[in-house]
Protein backbone atom coordinates (compact mmCIF):
# COMPACT_ATOMS: atom_id res chain seq x y z
CA UNK A 1 0.00 0.00 0.00
CA UNK A 2 0.82 3.45 -0.27
CA UNK A 3 2.00 5.63 2.30
CA UNK A 4 -0.29 8.56 1.30
CA UNK A 5 -3.93 8.03 0.17
CA UNK A 6 -5.84 9.99 -2.08
CA UNK A 7 -9.13 9.51 0.14
CA UNK A 8 -10.56 10.11 3.31
CA UNK A 9 -13.14 7.40 5.45
CA UNK A 10 -16.05 9.53 3.79
CA UNK A 11 -15.16 8.84 0.23
CA UNK A 12 -14.50 5.33 1.17
CA UNK A 13 -18.19 4.95 2.07
CA UNK A 14 -19.28 6.91 -1.04
CA UNK A 15 -17.09 4.02 -3.17
CA UNK A 16 -18.30 1.10 -1.50
CA UNK A 17 -22.45 2.58 -1.78
CA UNK A 18 -21.02 3.31 -5.82
CA UNK A 19 -19.59 -0.13 -5.96
CA UNK A 20 -22.64 -2.24 -4.16
CA UNK A 21 -25.22 0.27 -6.09
CA UNK A 22 -23.58 -0.83 -9.69
CA UNK A 23 -23.39 -4.68 -8.82
CA UNK A 24 -26.33 -4.94 -7.16
CA UNK A 25 -28.66 -3.28 -10.14
CA UNK A 26 -28.88 -6.22 -12.37
CA UNK A 27 -30.22 -7.81 -9.43
CA UNK A 28 -32.90 -5.53 -8.28
CA UNK A 29 -30.74 -4.14 -5.29
CA UNK A 30 -31.36 -0.46 -4.75
CA UNK A 31 -29.09 1.52 -2.25
CA UNK A 32 -31.64 3.22 0.50
CA UNK A 33 -29.34 5.32 2.06
CA UNK A 34 -25.38 6.36 3.44
CA UNK A 35 -23.53 8.27 5.03
CA UNK A 36 -24.16 10.89 8.50
CA UNK A 37 -27.53 11.08 7.49
CA UNK A 38 -28.94 7.19 7.16
CA UNK A 39 -30.01 6.75 10.32
CA UNK A 40 -32.83 3.99 11.84
CA UNK A 41 -34.46 3.68 15.08
CA UNK A 42 -34.48 0.43 16.73
CA UNK A 43 -37.09 -1.75 18.73
CA UNK A 44 -35.01 -0.92 21.67
CA UNK A 45 -35.91 3.12 20.39
CA UNK A 46 -32.07 4.10 19.92
CA UNK A 47 -31.17 5.19 16.80
CA UNK A 48 -28.64 3.54 14.50
CA UNK A 49 -26.70 5.42 11.87
CA UNK A 50 -25.61 2.64 8.72
CA UNK A 51 -22.77 3.24 6.99
CA UNK A 52 -24.46 1.84 3.46
CA UNK A 53 -27.92 0.28 3.66
CA UNK A 54 -29.39 -1.65 0.71
CA UNK A 55 -32.53 -3.05 -0.12
CA UNK A 56 -33.68 -5.90 -2.41
CA UNK A 57 -36.74 -7.86 -3.06
CA UNK A 58 -36.73 -11.43 -3.35
CA UNK A 59 -40.18 -12.06 -5.04
CA UNK A 60 -41.72 -12.30 -1.35
CA UNK A 61 -40.24 -9.76 1.01
CA UNK A 62 -37.85 -6.78 0.88
CA UNK A 63 -34.21 -8.05 2.26
CA UNK A 64 -32.13 -5.44 3.63
CA UNK A 65 -28.45 -5.31 4.29
CA UNK A 66 -26.28 -3.36 6.28
CA UNK A 67 -22.78 -2.89 5.49
CA UNK A 68 -20.51 -1.40 7.83
CA UNK A 69 -17.18 0.80 6.34
CA UNK A 70 -14.21 0.51 8.39
CA UNK A 71 -11.18 2.99 6.75
CA UNK A 72 -8.03 2.51 8.87
CA UNK A 73 -4.75 1.19 9.07
CA UNK A 74 -5.35 -1.55 11.78
CA UNK A 75 -7.23 -4.99 11.05
CA UNK A 76 -10.98 -5.13 11.54
CA UNK A 77 -11.32 -7.13 14.73
CA UNK A 78 -14.38 -9.20 16.15
CA UNK A 79 -15.63 -6.41 18.05
CA UNK A 80 -16.88 -4.52 14.39
CA UNK A 81 -18.86 -7.94 13.79
CA UNK A 82 -20.48 -7.88 17.73
CA UNK A 83 -21.41 -4.40 16.99
CA UNK A 84 -23.17 -4.88 13.42
CA UNK A 85 -25.21 -8.15 14.52
CA UNK A 86 -26.29 -6.29 17.32
CA UNK A 87 -27.53 -3.20 15.36
CA UNK A 88 -28.90 -5.62 12.47
CA UNK A 89 -31.22 -7.31 15.08
CA UNK A 90 -32.49 -3.88 16.52
CA UNK A 91 -33.51 -2.68 13.12
CA UNK A 92 -34.58 -6.14 11.87
CA UNK A 93 -32.33 -6.39 9.07
CA UNK A 94 -31.55 -9.36 7.81
CA UNK A 95 -28.37 -9.10 6.17
CA UNK A 96 -24.94 -7.46 6.63
CA UNK A 97 -21.34 -6.48 5.09
CA UNK A 98 -18.52 -5.35 6.94
CA UNK A 99 -16.15 -3.82 4.19
CA UNK A 100 -12.70 -2.60 5.63
CA UNK A 101 -9.27 -0.69 4.20
CA UNK A 102 -7.02 -3.33 5.50
CA UNK A 103 -8.43 -6.58 5.86
CA UNK A 104 -9.18 -8.59 9.40
CA UNK A 105 -8.00 -11.00 11.80
CA UNK A 106 -8.21 -14.21 11.85
CA UNK A 107 -10.83 -14.32 15.19
CA UNK A 108 -13.24 -11.78 12.99
CA UNK A 109 -13.14 -13.84 9.82
CA UNK A 110 -14.35 -16.92 12.05
CA UNK A 111 -16.84 -15.10 13.60
CA UNK A 112 -18.37 -13.46 10.78
CA UNK A 113 -18.73 -16.16 9.12
CA UNK A 114 -20.57 -17.94 12.36
CA UNK A 115 -22.98 -14.89 12.55
CA UNK A 116 -23.82 -15.13 8.41
CA UNK A 117 -21.78 -11.54 7.76
CA UNK A 118 -19.86 -11.05 4.61
CA UNK A 119 -16.25 -10.11 4.54
CA UNK A 120 -14.94 -7.22 2.14
CA UNK A 121 -11.52 -5.99 2.00
CA UNK A 122 -11.14 -2.97 -0.26
CA UNK A 123 -8.44 -1.10 -0.33
CA UNK A 124 -5.86 1.08 -2.86
CA UNK A 125 -3.87 -0.54 -5.16
CA UNK A 126 -0.32 -0.52 -4.17
CA UNK A 127 3.25 -1.18 -5.39
CA UNK A 128 2.89 -5.06 -3.56
CA UNK A 129 -0.37 -5.86 -5.47
CA UNK A 130 -0.25 -7.57 -8.48
CA UNK A 131 -2.89 -5.00 -10.16
CA UNK A 132 -1.03 -2.09 -9.64
CA UNK A 133 -0.89 0.46 -12.11
CA UNK A 134 -2.32 -2.39 -14.57
CA UNK A 135 -4.12 -0.87 -17.60
CA UNK A 136 -7.18 -2.92 -18.60
CA UNK A 137 -8.45 -2.42 -22.35
CA UNK A 138 -12.18 -1.82 -22.40
CA UNK A 139 -13.08 -1.26 -25.74
CA UNK A 140 -11.99 0.04 -29.16
CA UNK A 141 -13.11 3.87 -30.60
CA UNK A 142 -13.28 3.49 -34.81
CA UNK A 143 -13.27 7.38 -35.76
CA UNK A 144 -14.48 7.06 -39.61
CA UNK A 145 -14.29 10.89 -41.22
CA UNK A 146 -15.87 11.33 -44.34
CA UNK A 147 -14.07 14.43 -45.79
CA UNK A 148 -14.64 15.92 -49.38
CA UNK A 149 -12.82 18.97 -50.12
CA UNK A 150 -13.98 20.69 -53.44
CA UNK A 151 -11.69 22.99 -54.84
CA UNK A 152 -11.67 25.50 -57.48
CA UNK A 153 -8.39 25.75 -58.86
CA UNK A 154 -7.23 29.03 -60.59
CA UNK A 155 -4.41 28.92 -63.37
CA UNK A 156 -4.70 32.38 -64.58
CA UNK A 157 -5.75 35.49 -65.76
CA UNK A 158 -6.04 36.94 -68.97
CA UNK A 159 -5.84 41.25 -69.34
CA UNK A 160 -6.64 41.59 -73.03
CA UNK A 161 -3.24 40.35 -74.60
CA UNK A 162 -1.53 39.21 -71.43
CA UNK A 163 -2.12 36.52 -69.40
CA UNK A 164 -0.78 36.10 -65.95
CA UNK A 165 -0.31 32.49 -64.80
CA UNK A 166 -0.43 31.32 -61.00
CA UNK A 167 0.30 28.15 -59.01
CA UNK A 168 -3.64 27.14 -58.51
CA UNK A 169 -2.27 25.41 -54.95
CA UNK A 170 -0.70 28.66 -53.53
CA UNK A 171 -4.29 30.67 -54.44
CA UNK A 172 -2.36 34.16 -55.10
CA UNK A 173 -4.72 34.98 -57.68
CA UNK A 174 -7.03 35.79 -54.64
CA UNK A 175 -4.27 38.38 -53.61
CA UNK A 176 -4.03 39.68 -56.98
CA UNK A 177 -4.73 43.77 -57.05
CA UNK A 178 -6.09 46.38 -59.60
CA UNK A 179 -6.30 49.94 -59.69
CA UNK A 180 -8.81 52.60 -60.50
CA UNK A 181 -7.94 55.89 -61.91
CA UNK A 182 -7.38 57.48 -58.36
CA UNK A 183 -4.74 54.87 -57.53
CA UNK A 184 -7.05 53.16 -55.23
CA UNK A 185 -6.44 49.56 -54.88
CA UNK A 186 -9.04 47.52 -56.83
CA UNK A 187 -9.12 43.73 -55.73
CA UNK A 188 -10.13 41.18 -57.84
CA UNK A 189 -11.73 38.69 -54.88
CA UNK A 190 -15.21 38.85 -55.63
CA UNK A 191 -15.11 37.92 -59.39
CA UNK A 192 -12.49 35.03 -58.46
CA UNK A 193 -15.50 34.00 -55.88
CA UNK A 194 -18.00 33.88 -58.20
CA UNK A 195 -15.56 32.19 -60.80
CA UNK A 196 -14.72 29.51 -57.98
CA UNK A 197 -18.40 29.17 -57.24
CA UNK A 198 -19.66 28.24 -61.09
CA UNK A 199 -16.96 26.07 -61.58
CA UNK A 200 -18.27 24.30 -59.02
CA UNK A 201 -21.65 23.75 -59.39
CA UNK A 202 -20.56 22.47 -62.92
CA UNK A 203 -19.10 20.07 -61.25
CA UNK A 204 -16.62 19.16 -64.48
CA UNK A 205 -13.89 17.79 -62.57
CA UNK A 206 -10.48 18.34 -63.99
CA UNK A 207 -11.66 20.25 -67.04
CA UNK A 208 -9.70 23.78 -67.54
CA UNK A 209 -13.13 26.08 -67.71
CA UNK A 210 -12.22 30.14 -69.03
CA UNK A 211 -15.06 32.65 -67.91
CA UNK A 212 -15.53 36.20 -69.14
CA UNK A 213 -15.90 39.10 -66.86
CA UNK A 214 -16.57 43.07 -67.37
CA UNK A 215 -15.52 45.80 -64.73
CA UNK A 216 -18.02 48.41 -64.10
CA UNK A 217 -15.49 50.57 -64.54
CA UNK A 218 -11.99 51.29 -65.77
CA UNK A 219 -9.40 49.50 -63.97
CA UNK A 220 -5.43 49.54 -64.46
CA UNK A 221 -2.64 46.92 -63.73
CA UNK A 222 1.25 47.41 -64.09
CA UNK A 223 2.69 44.49 -66.38
CA UNK A 224 6.27 44.72 -67.07
CA UNK A 225 6.69 48.24 -67.06
CA UNK A 226 3.56 49.23 -68.86
CA UNK A 227 0.32 50.00 -67.86
CA UNK A 228 -3.14 48.07 -69.02
CA UNK A 229 -6.34 49.37 -69.30
CA UNK A 230 -8.91 46.78 -67.77
CA UNK A 231 -12.81 46.81 -68.59
CA UNK A 232 -12.91 42.84 -69.20
CA UNK A 233 -10.78 39.91 -68.24
CA UNK A 234 -10.47 36.02 -68.23
CA UNK A 235 -10.50 33.67 -65.41
CA UNK A 236 -9.36 29.81 -65.99
CA UNK A 237 -9.04 27.09 -64.05
CA UNK A 238 -10.03 23.93 -62.77
CA UNK A 239 -12.76 21.78 -60.25
CA UNK A 240 -10.81 19.37 -57.85
CA UNK A 241 -12.50 16.82 -55.60
CA UNK A 242 -10.98 15.34 -53.33
CA UNK A 243 -11.59 12.41 -50.92
CA UNK A 244 -10.12 13.61 -47.55
CA UNK A 245 -11.68 10.67 -45.95
CA UNK A 246 -9.87 8.52 -42.89
CA UNK A 247 -10.46 5.80 -40.77
CA UNK A 248 -8.59 5.83 -37.18
CA UNK A 249 -8.52 3.13 -34.20
CA UNK A 250 -8.16 4.05 -30.63
CA UNK A 251 -7.80 1.63 -28.07
CA UNK A 252 -9.52 2.56 -24.71
CA UNK A 253 -8.02 1.55 -21.60
CA UNK A 254 -8.60 2.44 -17.81
CA UNK A 255 -6.15 1.69 -14.66
CA UNK A 256 -6.63 0.01 -11.77
CA UNK A 257 -6.98 2.25 -8.55
CA UNK A 258 -8.74 -0.09 -5.64
CA UNK A 259 -8.98 -3.42 -5.12
CA UNK A 260 -12.02 -5.48 -3.73
CA UNK A 261 -11.88 -9.03 -2.17
CA UNK A 262 -15.22 -10.94 -1.00
CA UNK A 263 -13.53 -13.49 1.62
CA UNK A 264 -16.17 -15.76 1.43
CA UNK A 265 -17.81 -15.18 -2.05
CA UNK A 266 -14.19 -15.89 -3.22
CA UNK A 267 -14.46 -12.83 -5.80
CA UNK A 268 -12.29 -10.35 -6.46
CA UNK A 269 -12.99 -6.82 -8.20
CA UNK A 270 -10.90 -4.12 -9.24
CA UNK A 271 -12.03 -0.36 -9.52
CA UNK A 272 -10.74 2.35 -11.58
CA UNK A 273 -10.87 6.14 -10.98
CA UNK A 274 -14.03 6.61 -13.90
CA UNK A 275 -15.85 3.93 -12.15
CA UNK A 276 -15.19 0.94 -14.26
CA UNK A 277 -15.36 -1.95 -11.95
CA UNK A 278 -14.00 -5.28 -13.62
CA UNK A 279 -14.27 -9.04 -12.55
CA UNK A 280 -10.96 -10.58 -12.78
CA UNK A 281 -10.69 -14.47 -13.42
CA UNK A 282 -7.44 -15.99 -11.87
CA UNK A 283 -6.66 -18.09 -14.94
CA UNK A 284 -6.78 -15.45 -17.42
CA UNK A 285 -7.07 -11.96 -15.79
CA UNK A 286 -9.49 -10.71 -18.50
CA UNK A 287 -12.58 -8.89 -18.04
Known amino acids: MSETSEINWQDYEAITKYVYESLGAQYGIKV ?3 GNTCKLRGKSGVMHQIDVL ?7 KSIRTAIECKYCKEKANKDIVMKLSETMLDLGIEKGIIVCKSGFTKDTVMYAEHKGIKLVKLWEAGESDADYKKEIEFGTLDIRLNITRTRANITSITFGDKTIHFDPLIGAAYLFKLHDASGREVSLKPYLLEFASEITNRKEVLKNISLDY ?9 VENRVLTVEKFSVTGFLTIDDLSTKKYFTLTDQVWMIMEELFDKRRLSLSKSGLIWSFRETDNNI
Do not use: C, V
Open 32 to 34: LGY
Open 54 to 60: TEQFDGK
Open 214 to 222: STDKKLFID
